[in-house]
């Protein structure tokens, strides 16, 4: 279905790819496939596997077959040899030169059953029936039956002329094999489907990202997997509109962030949002392309279809910023949901009247409009919140971004470079920054408290075990929404984080005023201006400090920034009071 999925979105503008008639020696897929980069590819996400294919460099569609089978456990004590081999670390090992034509695909590694029958057929001279006869009683292991198979194989082997001990070294290797082999009629299909999607990935990976999403759109944890792997790739993910996105993910072009030009990015799915249900985005999204882009929320409400459309699902699409382009100001989109629902019903109402139908002109024109509340827009803080609510992470903005020179200055460790950090050698006690996006609070056999808390950063999100003295210090603070530093233990198992264990919780803003040069204000109204100056006077109680203010403000050509005379002290207390004032939508550490 995402293959289909993702070809239809290459195809939509009249190209021709065909899933069937992909090269399958395309070498793109796999340079792509010997990176490990498989996020999304079919059979190849785990970090296992990622590992293997990083190991192997896979250069044939066979290499793909052999990883499908050998990748179980069993199989898996092969892997080591199949590498060697391929690399030329070793020479292969076929036990006797009539084998070697057998066993040549795969480096001299024993992988699929239908090279333990080919091997019975040609060294004991089995049928082909016989030989699969003796595939189920290996599989099987019924001493009795093995016996009686062994005693066959070796009668037959050395009537060609095979030792006899070689004989029964051959048959002890295939009987350990053919318990877990897969066959390789069952291990191609597979791996043809693994490399169509890597294919696709590696040539066409917007389409193939889109139609990935599409397929999880229910799936908070794995749209956030794709989200990273997105940026990873440099593509924007463009967040949900009502007058562009589709009920699923879509492929548009759109300004490129850094530089000239456009380039192709995916559009967020309607129906991704939480709690607005597809079929009512689905009849949003077929209203606007039978009529036209929605021109406002009232042009909205008055196409809406009320059975299939209420307050709820009007409040999570203004959460996720759905209505932006028809209304910015999302405090007051919300605030209006009740007015636009019942607008929305005079509307359905007229539309179905009689009377509607003679002077109302097909419903509508004639409504007069209410008039929205006046209100400022929700602080940057409060915007991403509910914009986490909605979508469930973090998609215009992070509650992180601001303090990007802070975290550099302490030294923070993302999520995502964790565990090379670790691998490294790096010390294990280390600092992570974040958002309490979610916690678990479990009691222990001996009556004690701890939590699992999962924290948010730009690059990723990680679980951190709070026991119970760190707990009942921090509870205050997991529960107060603000960006947190967290000092933690990271215990490794092989190459992979097994534990982060928090030994200290304070919240960021503290921390940042410790190290920051200066703060950059962003002001969306200049009648900020007056309560913010009389804010830091009070707040400063006449002592100079360390940091710089500049002040961003909004003209009608442009933003003009200005820095102000003297130097300031920049607690988290005047962070906290700076970001809830009207007017002002971000602070930002320099």
């Known amino acids: 279905t995402t293959i289909d999925r993702a070809v239809r979105l290459v195809n939509k503008d009249g190209g021709d790819l065909d899933p069937l008639k992909m090269p399958l020696d395309d070498l793109k897929t796999f340079q792509m496939l010997a990176r ?89 001279g089995y049928t082909l029936g016989g030989a699969d006869l003796l595939r189920r009683a290996m599989g099987k292991k019924v001493q009795a039956e093995m016996d009686a198979q062994r005693k066959i194989f070796t009668d037959g082997a050395i009537e060609r002329g095979i030792d006899k001990d070689l004989a029964s070294l051959v048959f002890d290797k295939m009987a350990k094999f053919a318990g877990y082999g897969f066959n390789k009629g069952h291990a191609a299909p597979y791996a043809f489907i693994a490399y169509q999607t890597a294919y696709l990935k590696a040539n066409h990976p917007v389409a193939f990202m889109a139609a990935t999403m599409s397929l999880d759109a229910g799936n908070t944890d794995k749209l956030n997997v794709f989200r990273q792997e997105l940026q990873r ?70 196409r809406l279809d009320t059975k299939q459309f209420n307050k709820r699902q009007f409040e999570n699409l203004t959460k996720a910023g759905g209505f932006d382009s028809i209304n910015p100001n999302r405090a007051q989109t919300f605030q209006a949901a009740e007015l636009m629902m019942r607008h929305a019903s005079v509307a359905a109402e007229e539309r179905q009247s009689t009377q509607g139908g003679l002077f109302g002109g097909g419903g509508g024109a004639s409504l007069s409009k209410p008039v929205l509340p006046k209100m400022p827009d929700w602080p940057a803080m409060d915007r991403l919140q509910h914009e986490f609510e909605a979508i469930g992470f973090y998609l215009s903005a992070h509650p992180l971004d601001p303090y990007q020179m802070a975290l550099k200055r302490l030294d923070v460790t993302p999520v995502a470079q964790l565990q090379a950090r670790l691998a490294r050698g790096l010390p294990g006690r280390i600092k992570l920054a974040g958002i309490v996006t979610g916690r678990k609070e479990r009691t222990s056999a001996r009556g004690s ?36 530093l967290m000092a933690v233990d990271a215990k490794m198992e092989g190459d992979d984080v097994s534990r982060l264990t928090a030994q200290s919780i304070e919240p960021l803003d503290q921390a940042a005023a410790g190290t920051a040069a200066g703060l950059l204000i962003k002001l969306t109204d200049t009648s900020a201006l007056k309560p913010l100056q009389e804010l830091l006077a009070k707040s400063q109680g006449g002592q100079a400090g360390r940091a710089k203010l500049k002040l961003l403000l909004p003209t009608p050509a442009q933003e003009v920034e200005v820095e102000l005379d003297g130097r300031f002290q920049i607690g988290a207390q005047l962070r906290q009071a700076m970001t809830a004032m009207p007017g002002i939508v971000e602070l930002q550490d320099f």
Do not use: C
């Not at 951190?464 to 009942?472: G, H, K, P, R």
């Open 449 to 484: 408290r701890f939590a699992f808390v999962a924290l948010s950063d730009m690059s990723g999100m990680v679980e951190v075990t709070l026991f119970s003295e760190i707990l009942a210090q921090s509870r205050a603070l997991l529960d107060s929404g603000q960006p947190l």
């Open 36 to 124: 490990g980069e498989t996020v999304g590819v079919f059979q190849f996400e785990g970090a296992g596997m990622r590992d293997l294919l990083k190991n192997l460099k896979p250069t044939k569609f066979e290499d793909l077959i052999a990883v499908v089978s050998l990748y179980r456990p069993g199989p898996m004590d092969s892997i080591p040899e199949y590498i060697a081999v391929k690399h030329g670390q070793k020479e292969p090992d076929y036990m006797h030169p009539m084998l070697q034509p057998i066993l040549e695909e795969t480096y001299g590694v024993m992988t699929y059953q239908e090279q333990v029958m080919k091997i019975a057929q040609v060294m004991a």
């Open 233 to 302: 790739q440099g593509v924007r993910l463009l967040p949900p509109d009502i007058n562009k996105s589709g009920v699923e993910f879509t492929v548009e072009m759109a300004p490129v962030l850094e530089g000239e030009g456009h380039a192709e990015a995916v559009r967020y799915a309607l129906s991704a949002i939480k709690g607005v249900g597809a079929d009512a985005m689905a009849a949003i999204v077929a209203e606007r392309h039978a009529k036209g882009p929605y021109k406002d929320l009232f042009d909205l409400a008055e």
